[in-house]
């Protein structure tokens, strides 16, 4: 059955509540997450692009026990032949009577590439951080439409800046982990500039001013990402370039 983005977004919303109140903090990720967290104007925004939910996808850092039983206790079935391969790293949770499918990663988001949550995870309330949500976006090696659109709100509603501070991106945070990994850095540079190059065909959607900003953030971050100094296993993998795979090929489930 079709979900309405309504339900989904309380559905998940209720969820990372509940398990904040009983010690098992749950952040969102995500179009949905990133929904969450915006202002009205930028929600307006998402909804006029025509972003879509289907699921809902939560990071934590806490026992994977603990978590089944929570989820069990609130009317959710684990996907267990799923989980008997892939437990150590991901749940699947459904309510196949209302078409609700959850996925809940532990300690880190290993797709394209890898972001560590084990010191992070509790940066923002009830989404994972700024600039954790932006990385996870710009870490997809073969971005689509959807992930530019999102990007493209999140940058639209927030300041760039040194912390994680309130609604603010930290982009030293993300500068810091480009520096030392160049597959990473390679492929987060890469979909700035598409996104850069695409922001122009939204329009339709956004002001020219609007356009603007977003554009003047991509440069500040594409800026402090450039002349941030690199180490030297950064240095030796660019001399390699995209001659070898630089990222991990993700399999759909």
Known sequence: MALSKTFLINEAVKIAELSESQGIPLRLMGA??????CSDEAKALHEALGR?????DFMTTVDREKVKKFFLKIGYKPRERFMAIMAE?????EKPELGIH???FFNELDMCHKIDFRRRLLIDYPTISLADLLLEKLQIVE???????DVIVLLSDHKI??????ETINA???VDLLSKDWGFYYTVTTNLNKIKNLADSYNQFLTQNKIMDVKSKIDAVLDRIEK???????KMRAKIGTKTKWYKEVEEI
Do not use: C, M, S
């Not at 949905?32 to 967290?37: D, F, N, R, S």
């Not at 879509?52 to 809902?56: R, S």
């Not at 800046?161 to 309130?166: I, L, P, Q, R």
């Not at 941030?228 to 950064?234: E, I, Q, S, V």
């Open 89 to 93: 790293t991901r749940h699947i949770y």
């Open 52 to 56: 879509q939910f289907t699921d809902i």
């Open 143 to 149: 971005i689509n439409e959807k992930d530019v659109k």
């Open 102 to 104: 959850i996925d809940v």
């Open 32 to 37: 949905l997450a990133i929904y969450v967290h």
């Open 161 to 166: 800046g040194d912390k994680d501070e309130k």
């Open 228 to 234: 941030k100094p690199k180490t030297t296993g950064w």
């Open 172 to 174: 030293e945070y993300i």
